[in-house]
């Protein structure tokens, strides 16, 4: 591809030393699991998001099964959470023991509708998994008023959203616990898997950071399970985390340049972004009614995109038993063959940026018979899409 979907190594490239000295130390240290990096970033990251304890574990996946084996979830309690988003935050819930209640998305933030959220409570409910969906934070104000009503806990699940805001408060600081993803190729990545929960509430981290140890280091008080953060993952993500608010920066212009470039093609939504919401472009994800075609031309461009996801989670075969139709969930059925995520990483060049808009623009010329490229079929335009 002549224009990759992410560049892992570009970044490396411009902090090579850095990285480097910091795998040196923890090699010679043999601080491999835990220890010293894994503390300091644990310190680290709670004082960025201004929260009194991080824990940290292996993976975002298990940061959302610790909170929920934290919250006390029952067997058979009920769990909403969006019907668009990574399978993590669903099948936790059920390896926790829950019952996952999915919930639609706004069409156009992709994020949780907070009306079907009220919709979907019943007595059995405990609680929400918000996800701020491509960083772009989810309508905190009314979840956590929606919570509050019903004496609802809220996990956030901050996976792909390092650093957003709601009305100028980071993500992460609304919910009783949030979770964060640093795989790789997250906002804020480590070169492995590495996951962590944030909280202000203090025995509910302790006992998390417990039972993610085996429940409990030398004495074990309960049975817990093995979810640790290894020191070279926590060193990487130390010597990264100060790059952290310029990489956010250099995503915001990536996508202000998408917005720009794209503003006048009719047949392509750009990402809209909610009031008072600061989005911090883990994925740029447009919607068009020919997705499909688009993608074709794109890839025979040499420009690499991905469908985040292909399909909206009840609609997978892991799903199937819950036995949900297109109706159940509108908006994330009809995105799912909207959707398409194009490049984007700090590193990406303008000129690449350019490049992406400009063949985008040609997939939708109509130059029968002439030039380069083919235009592809004409779509519905956007205007008929909305609600
Ligand atoms: C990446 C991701 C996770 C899981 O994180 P891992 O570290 O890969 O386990 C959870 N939720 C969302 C929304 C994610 O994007």
Known sequence: MKI???DLHAQ?????????RAIAEVIAQSAYIRGPHVDAFEEAWARTLGVKRCVSCANGTDAIYIALRGLGLKRGDEVITSAHSWISTSETITQAG????FCDTDEETFTIDPVDIEAKITPATVGIISVHLYGQPADMGAIMAIARKHNLWVIEDCAQAHLARYNGQLVGTFGHVATFSFYPGKNLGAYGDAGCLVTNDDQLADWMA???????????VMEGINSRMDGLQAAILNAKLPHLPAWTKARRHVAARYDELLEDVGHVATPKVGAGRD?????????TENRDDLRKHLTDAGIATVLNYPKALPFYPAYAHLDHGSADFPAAYANQTRILSLPIYPELPNEAIEEVAFEIKNAFKPTRGQSRNRGVAEPVLMSDMTR
Not at 12 to 20: F, M, N, R, S
Request: hydrophobic fraction near 35%; aromatic fraction near 14%; charged fraction near 20%.
């Open 4 to 6: 990759p979907f992410v």
């Open 12 to 20: 490396y490239l411009t902090i090579k030393q850095e990285i480097d």
């Open 98 to 101: 829950g019952r996952v209640v």
């Open 210 to 220: 417990t039972f993610a140890r085996h429940g409990g280091k030398g004495d074990h």
């Open 279 to 287: 989005h911090v472009y883990h994925l740029y994800v447009i919607r």
